[in-house]
């Protein structure tokens, strides 16, 4: 099934407008769950790193990633780890 480029920008907005408009409603909350999301994020991969130390493994540590593992959790881990490995497989 093809998607048209115009239903995900569509999709990207609404969830961005979203996040806005939960952030204007409840500032200090929002603003607590991206910090703590982002430091569990950063835990998580360095615990990627730490273990993948064993294996010859290893995640780049940037923003990027830390934010996908924060708002993700084990599922972002999961996927970081099998887009490095699909990607760089050789």
Do not use: D
């Not at 480029?5 to 999709?11: D, G, I, N, R, Y």
């Not at 204007?24 to 990627?48: E, Q, S």
């Not at 593992?69 to 099998?82: C, D, E, K, S």
């Amino acid at each position: 099934m093809h998607i048209p480029a115009m239903w995900l920008w569509v999709c990207v907005i609404v969830i961005v407008a979203f996040l806005i408009g939960q952030f204007f409603r409840k500032p200090g909350t929002v603003a607590w769950l991206i910090v703590r999301n982002c430091a569990l994020g950063c835990l998580f991969v360095f615990a990627v790193n730490w273990v993948g130390t064993y294996l010859h493994f290893h995640l780049p540590f940037n923003p990027i990633t830390a934010l996908t593992a924060g708002f993700l959790g084990l599922p972002g881990i999961a996927a970081l780890v099998a887009l490095k490995l699909w990607v760089f497989a050789g």
